[in-house]
């Protein structure tokens, strides 16, 4: 493999394991609030974190581009007070990974919290444990399967982005040309054989990944 | 959450559903039974000025469709390679139309140079950045430069051999931004997401408001900017597409090409 495109599979790896870690810590978090708690808004917040599953990725970009750019409605002091911009670094590719396939691992992780028995939850509570405890060490140790398996599928979407990454990290060799970014210009500029060889990797491991998420999430049903 | 439901709103909703989508199907065609339809890819640089000749193309043979598709030409070019049905393919650098060319993909002899373009350096119109010539962007505030993908981009090829003639390539290679097309570049300069950018003078000219030029690229700093237009082979209309390319090099074609900024024919130095 020559070095540009072992350049974008690390990328592509960093990028999508970046994302994973934060998707799991904020996407478990959210499950729980949205399975546990009831309160006003939360349809909407719902709404709004699925949002990014059935937009186009397009659009997705265009809203972040909104927030997030040098003039955009927070990236404009972001960019007043520190003279950075996250547009068109590899955090945007992050960014952009983050927000497309969270909705994956609160969906995933929800079912797998509402699935746990109500009934050892409220044990959890007669025998005194607290609301956090409880979390740690109930709901979580029984909803593991589906937070691993929202997690694998969350790093596969992540890897996979590619609309809203080229939109807010752009297309540039050696800094933000993630694997699917780098498919789509060797494909435009005629480079077959550079393209076949990174399509069939990504065939290869996205199938593993589904692989391993179905075999986790059979077992949590 | 759907169990709790009765039973009598699902099949309701499903019904409308059904109903909605079927009823898709039947929605009547807006345009009108169409006469012909051609298809012409043209570098986007190109776009405003094409869309007015489309005008006067489609008031001389009305009834029919008149399809653009703008971008940068070496994408454009790929696609006719691989079999877009595209008529004409009007190009931002002869690079591409040559390509076309040996791969034995164009109607040989309906080929011309119809336009001639300038390369320059814009800022965004509020920057802060006292920017005055192409040697400035080695200044450290100049974090961000767009120029054009030069594998895909005839704009980006001809920023590249500027840069390289100022040898400043080796310099600023770090801070470059490739976009997908000309407009690209021009939009992310107008957004203030670059410090600054290599664009036609005609596309400056298109966001005049938001953009400053500060430089024009030397003429010997680059390859000359031609715009070829040739008809694609096995276009099944190719008297239109051979017609279309007569308006654009007919003198209200180049009057409007000139309107644009564009160098034509005879006016060449």
Same mark, same amino acid.
């Given at each position: 493999m020559d070095g540009s495109v072992l350049f974008s599979l690390r990328l !592509?790896?960093? #990028?999508?394991?970046?994302?994973?870690?934060?998707?799991?810590? #904020?996407?478990?978090?959210?499950?729980? /609030?949205?399975? !546990?708690?009831?309160?006003?808004?939360?349809?909407?917040?719902? /709404?709004?974190?699925?949002?990014?599953l059935v937009l186009p990725p397009t659009v997705t970009g265009y809203y972040l581009i909104l927030f997030m750019g040098r003039?955009?409605?927070?990236? $404009?002091y972001l960019f007043h007070w520190t003279g950075w911009s996250i547009m068109f670094t590899w955090y945007a590719a992050v960014l952009a990974s983050f927000i497309v396939a969270l909705p994956l691992m609160i969906k995933t992780t929800r079912a797998a919290i509402e699935s746990v028995d109500a009934n050892l939850i409220k044990v959890s509570y007669t025998l005194g444990h607290g609301e956090f405890k409880t979390f740690f060490k109930v709901i979580l140790p029984l909803s593991r399967r589906g937070?691993?398996?929202?997690? #694998?599928l969350s790093f596969a979407r992540a890897m996979g982005e590619f609309g809203a990454t080229l939109m807010v990290a752009?297309?540039?060799?050696?800094?933000?040309?993630?694997?699917p970014i780098a498919i789509y210009t060797s494909a435009s500029s005629g480079d077959w054989s550079k393209a076949n060889?990174?399509?069939?990797?990504?065939?290869?491991? !996205?199938?593993?990944?589904?692989?391993?998420?179905?075999?986790? !999430? $059979?077992? #949590?049903? | 959450m759907f169990r709790k439901l009765p039973k009598l709103f699902e099949i309701r909703s499903l019904v409308i559903v059904l109903i909605f989508f079927v009823g898709l199907v039947f929605v009547p065609e807006i @345009?009108?039974?169409? @006469?012909?339809?051609? @298809?012409?890819?043209?570098?986007?640089?190109?776009k405003n000025a094409f869309e007015d000749i489309g005008k006067i193309f489609k008031e001389?043979?009305?009834?029919?469709?008149?399809?653009?598709n703008f971008g940068g030409s070496g994408d454009l070019a790929r696609q006719i390679e691989v079999g877009a049905p595209v008529d004409v393919f009007a190009s931002a650098a002869e690079k591409e139309m040559d390509d076309l060319d040996h791969k034995d993909m164009i109607i040989k002899g309906t080929r011309k140079d119809f336009a001639w373009n300038r390369v320059v350096l814009i800022i965004p119109m509020k920057s802060p950045i006292p920017l005055t010539s192409f040697n400035d962007l080695r200044r450290g505030e100049i974090q961000k430069i767009a120029i054009g993908n030069p594998k895909t981009v005839p704009a980006g090829r001809y920023a590249e051999e500027v840069l390289r003639h100022f040898n400043l390539w080796?310099?600023?290679?770090?801070?470059?931004?490739?976009?997908?097309?000309v407009r690209q570049v021009l939009d992310y300069v107008a957004r203030g997401e670059v410090d600054a950018g290599m664009v036609y003078s005609t596309d400056a000219l298109v966001r005049a408001k938001e953009v400053r030029i500060v430089a024009q690229a030397p003429d010997q700093s680059h390859r000359q900017v031609i715009y070829p237009i040739a008809v694609v082979k096995g276009s099944k209309k190719e008297a239109l597409a051979k017609e279309f390319i007569a308006v654009v090099t007919s003198r209200e074609g180049e009057k409007i090409l000139e309107s644009y900024g564009f160098r034509v024919s005879g006016q060449r130095k």
């Open positions: !592509s790896l960093q #990028v999508a394991a970046v994302a994973t870690v934060l998707i799991v810590l #904020v996407g478990t978090g959210m499950a729980y /609030i949205l399975a !546990s708690k009831n309160f006003r808004g939360r349809e909407p917040l719902d /709404i709004l974190l699925t949002l990014p003039n955009g409605l927070l990236g $404009k937070i691993i398996a929202g997690a #694998v752009g297309n540039i060799p050696g800094k933000t040309n993630t694997m060889m990174m399509v069939i990797f990504f065939t290869l491991v !996205s199938g593993f990944f589904i692989y391993i998420a179905n075999k986790l !999430s $059979k077992k #949590v049903i | @345009t009108a039974q169409s @006469t012909y339809e051609i @298809t012409i890819s043209a570098a986007i640089s190109l001389r043979n009305p009834g029919g469709r008149l399809l653009f080796e310099d600023i290679k770090d801070r470059l931004i490739f976009a997908e097309n």
